[in-house]
């Protein structure tokens, strides 16, 4: 047998990124650094008020402003029958408003002139009357019996409701909860927050009145489904629609939407002639655009007195905004929120979920997310260590004695969903390890013994991530397939093309190293293309972590395609059978003697000057990925605080992260990755909140009011893995971007929750900020 | 009105209002599109610059308080196609995910190791608090800058003297 020949860049190989280069000399291609020709500039006026009818939209002191070519608004929208748009929820959004403003911040008017200061200064002079309305800021106070009716504009809506939705069984859970020696509840807010990327929104759009056709740039993580939904909702034929997504600076789901403004910008460009530029500024982002999260949920947990776990039952209520915009599976309504069983097997569970309208932004997106599954993990994960501390039990002993078992895959889980695989007692026993838990333990009682407050926290997250498959999971009706397409040079190099779309995760280089792996061709020479809807195969975007698990299973299909191929070309050019032909990577060679071997690179050039008799010339192809199933990414984390009884500051002393998210493709980018998540799930456990006044008026609308975690505030992280291949993946590829967001949040907060569990307290909403910690202790009694 | 300084070492002037911002005129006027924009509140860092020799956030400088003054963004840290210890720092340490805070927090690392070659975790941390990455946890960006102090002192021990960034760039070609 040959010996295994060593290539750069196969997976496992932390190689460094190939994207890099473009990026640390400040030549990336980023939205805004994009100019065209003749290109004008839109700037767009917003509501002051959450609720308010429009009197009146005076725009001609604005229209006479220097360099300004046109000020549009809601009528002149109308007149095209653009003032509204379909939502990726089945709902209606308005672009720019006609009757009613909905919220603060909705898009009321535009003026698109020469630069960016005219556009601005003339919208400031577009004079707008409003009638205020009475603003609904919660669910709770959109339910009740003569709320205002925010949604007049729906013909059959009475009331401030959008949907009623369950899952899993209700009677055979309330049998359980008859049974059960203790019910444990836990109530709370997940409160609105939002993932704002460094980079907000914004687009060009260049429509060109001689041939029709519309090249949109746009900041978009999908952009293909993009063009798709803009082909419905402006009729213009798709061919004649091209969507670009050049270099993103970050997404985390804000860049999933269709905004108003990019639709906008397209009419206007239409209109006038002329590309038009649109990029929103850091309050537009924070105010309009895709929020996250903002579920207040109430769950029951039922254990037996040894602390088996017998039943789950959660009620939620979503506050989804002025317009249901929530991106997400058209199935799901509360997303995938009933994953809420987590690692645990839970008999039997129900789960209710309403959503109602707000006078707050819409667009529910997932931050960082699959789907609300950040909600789900939080509330199981919360619940547990509570019961744990209810009963008198260690937290990590609790799960320990839950969790579903290695021999249990595929498990069913009691809402219907099939865990691909997973050893959950293992993530956890690493966790504990590295951490030192029992030392810990002992040092946390000490501690406490001269008067510290001090607390552990652990988390063990499952994961569902890699939509589809399609039969269940769409966008639109789109299924949520991704493809990728491969085309080997006559040179032996490559270039692969995706349906997905990178916004820092580093897709130049895990896939070029899929490539590597299936064909042996040096990443270094696989060029990795993606974003442009004319070049790149169909597919639904990067989001939910689902590149790897479907684009990245995608390019392992296709490559494997092409390998077929190429041992065909091999034996013809090598004289032999092919079934005696031998694959180590990079080469053909025959079984026996392993001197007689064709490289890739002389495959290659042998497919477009020497193929055998009757086939066809070229090493190209594509394959669209359907999954057969999700992937289950899972791990363990655990947190130390310390928590000062004078100020209420909380201290994180330690995290450790465990994942496990099957095989890692580069552990660089992974823990890269990791470590992202984590910084991000500490600020919203901490920092991250945008709330509302009782006038709707947002709270958290620029980088002074929305804190976000610096280098000084973000803790060290320590990571640990495990490897748990998923069985259908083709690479055992699992999906992880999302896993730290997912299980830290409740690791933190559960490690305050520890530290305070010796004063009674049960809960504290996030985030938890130092002011909530001191009222907490001061409620206690607590002085000093 | 008109406005001249000198960027990246080259003289270079506009005809720029009174109120344009130093972000826009280095983006607009000059087409050096390294320097990003995150918030134009002074909150995110993602337009620092240096203004000789010192950090500023581009977003809250007016391109007429720059008259006369040297400026350096990201497109002068590498010396033609030398990357400069601070780029390979980032490139090796995996210190960028979307790259958008990249170019920001590589001059304030840079500049930190022109006061401070052998800076410690602490001072690494404080000096970029300024500027916030939305990808990285920030791990891996400390580790850049402690690999460009490296790299700094391993090229000072073969030849001592070498010209810094700032001064490079501000005394022009
Ligand atoms: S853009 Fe200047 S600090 Fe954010
Ligand atoms: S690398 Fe994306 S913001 Fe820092």
């Known amino acids: 047998m040959a010996t295994q020949t060593h290539m750069h860049g196969r997976i496992g190989e932390s190689i460094k990124r190939k994207e890099d280069g473009r990026f640390i000399r400040g030549k990336g291609n980023y939205l805004d650094d994009i100019e065209l020709p003749g290109m004008l500039h839109m700037a767009i006026l917003r509501s002051p008020h959450a609720h308010a009818r429009i009197k009146s939209v005076d725009t001609a002191a604005a229209s006479g402003m220097p360099g300004v070519i046109a000020v549009v608004t809601g009528e002149l929208m109308a007149q095209h029958k653009l003032a509204w748009m379909p939502t990726l929820s089945y709902d209606t ?48 106070q959109a339910k009740e019996a003569g709320a205002t009716l925010i949604r007049d504009d729906k013909e059959n809506q009475k009331d401030n409701h959008i949907y009623h939705w369950e899952a899993g069984d209700q009677a055979t859970t309330q049998a359980a909860f008859a049974k059960a020696d203790k019910v444990v509840r836990l109530h709370t807010f997940y409160p609105r927050c939002h993932p704002a990327p460094l980079e907000t929104c914004g687009c060009i759009a260049d429509v060109n009145g001689a041939t029709g056709k519309a090249t949109v740039y746009m900041t978009s993580q999908a952009p ?33 939407p269709v905004y108003p403004g990019y639709v906008v910008a397209t009419a206007a460009s239409l209109l006038i002639g002329r590309p038009v530029k649109w990029v929103e500024d850091r309050s537009e982002n924070l105010i309009s655009t895709g929020f996250a999260r903002d579920f207040h949920m109430t769950g029951d947990l039922a254990l037996d007195k040894n602390g088996k776990m017998l039943a789950l039952r959660v009620h939620l209520d979503s506050d989804n905004g002025a317009f249901f915009a929530d991106a997400q599976p058209t199935k799901f309504k509360a997303g995938l929120f009933h994953i809420v069983t987590g690692s ?70 009691a809402t219907g969903w099939v865990y691909d695989s997973g050893d959950y007692p293992k993530a956890m026993n690493v966790a504990l390890e590295q951490l030192g838990y029992a030392e810990l333990r002992k040092d946390v009682g000490a501690r406490r013994q001269k ?16 939509a589809g498959h399609g039969a269940d999971f769409d966008i639109l009706g789109l299924r949520m397939f991704d493809s990728a397409e491969l085309r080997v040079h006559p040179t032996g190099k490559a270039l692969l093309r995706m349906g997905t779309k990178s916004q820092g995760q580093g897709h130049e280089t895990t896939f070029a190293q899929i490539v590597t792996e299936e064909l042996g ?40 395609k092409l390998r077929e191929k190429a041992r065909t070309i091999a034996a013809h050019l090598l004289e032999a059978a092919e079934e005696d032909l031998e694959w180590d990577t990079g080469r053909f060679y025959v079984k026996g003697s392993p001197d007689k071997a064709k490289t890739i690179q002389e495959i290659a050039f042998a497919a477009y000057t020497n193929v055998p008799e009757g086939m066809e010339a070229g090493l190209e192809g594509v394959h669209y990925y359907d999954p057969p199933n999700m992937t289950y990414p899972f791990g363990t984390y655990a947190v130390v605080v310390d928590v000062d009884k004078g100020t209420g500051q909380v201290k994180v002393r330690r995290v450790v992260a465990v994942d496990d998210c099957g095989v890692r493709i580069n552990p660089m980018i992974v823990e890269g990755q990791i470590h992202g998540g984590l910084a991000e799930g500490y600020g919203i456990a901490f920092m991250q909140l945008i709330t509302f006044d009782a006038e709707g008026n947002c709270i958290g609308s620029n980088f002074m009011d929305y804190l976000l975690p610096t280098a000084w505030e973000t803790p060290q992280f320590e990571l640990g893995e495990t490897v748990t291949p998923s069985p259908h993946h083709p690479l055992g590829a699992k999906g992880v971007g999302e896993s730290p967001t997912v299980g830290s949040p409740a690791a933190y907060v559960n490690a305050v929750i520890d530290a305070l569990s010796p004063y009674g307290v049960t809960n504290i909403d996030m985030p938890v900020t130092s002011d909530k910690v001191w009222a907490a202790l001061r409620a206690a009694g607590v002085t000093e | 009105m008109k406005v001249a300084m000198k960027v990246n070492g080259a003289e270079r002037s506009g005809d720029v209002e009174p109120r344009v911002l130093l972000v826009d005129f280095l983006r607009t006027n000059l087409r050096l599109t390294g320097t990003h924009v995150g918030c134009d509140t002074s909150s995110c860092g993602a337009c620092t610059v240096l203004l000789d020799a010192e950090p500023v956030k581009s977003c809250t400088v007016l391109a007429v308080q720059a008259e006369g003054r040297s400026i350096t963004t990201v497109e002068g840290l590498a010396q033609g196609a030398n990357l400069s210890p601070i780029q390979v720092g980032f490139h090796e340490e995996h210190g960028l995910q979307c790259g958008f805070c990249t170019p920001g927090m590589m001059l304030v690392g840079a500049s930190l190791l022109e006061r401070n070659a052998k800076p410690t975790e602490e001072e690494i941390r404080w000096a970029i608090s300024g500027n916030i990455c939305r990808c990285t946890g920030y791990m891996n960006i400390v580790k850049a800058i402690k690999h460009a102090a490296m790299l700094r002192a391993a090229a000072d021990a073969e030849s001592p003297g070498r010209p810094t960034v700032a001064a490079a760039t501000a005394g022009g070609e």
Do not use: W
């Not at chain 1, 006609?98 to 008017?109: I, S, Y």
């Not at chain 1, 547990?384 to 799960?399: P, Y």
């Not at chain 1, 270094?524 to 790897?548: F, H, I, K, M, Q």
């Open chain 1, 93 to 140: 959004q308005a672009v720019l408003a006609t009757d009613k403003v909905r919220f603060q911040g909705q898009e009321v008017a535009a003026v698109i002139a020469d630069t960016k200061y005219q556009a601005e200064d003339a919208r400031d002079a577009i004079v707008v009357e409003y009638d205020v309305l009475p603003a609904v800021t919660s669910p709770q």
């Open chain 1, 224 to 256: 293909h489904a993009i063009r798709t939904v803009f082909a419905l909702v402006t009729g213009l034929p798709e061919q004649n629609i091209r969507v670009i997504s050049p270099d993103i600076g970050g997404g985390f789901g804000n860049k999933v």
């Open chain 1, 344 to 413: 645990y097997d839970i008999p039997t569970a129900h789960v209710t979920a309403d959503g109602y309208y707000t006078n707050k932004a819409p667009g529910g997106v997932a931050y960082r997310c699959s789907f609300r599954v950040t909600e789900a993990s939080y509330l199981i994960e919360r619940l547990v260590s509570n019961a744990a501390i209810e009963l008198g039990m260690d937290q990590a002993e609790l799960r320990m004695k839950n969790f579903i078992q290695p021999e249990q895959f595929p498990y069913r889980s």
């Open chain 1, 451 to 466: 008067g510290e407050v001090t607390g552990i926290g652990v988390a063990s997250f499952t994961e569902v991530v890699g």
């Open chain 1, 521 to 560: 061709i040096p990443a270094a020479d696989v060029a990795v293309e993606e974003g442009d809807t004319d070049t790149a195969p169909y597919g639904l975007g990067t989001y939910a972590s689902r590149s790897t698990p479907v684009a990245g299973a995608a390019t392992a299909m296709v490559a494997r």
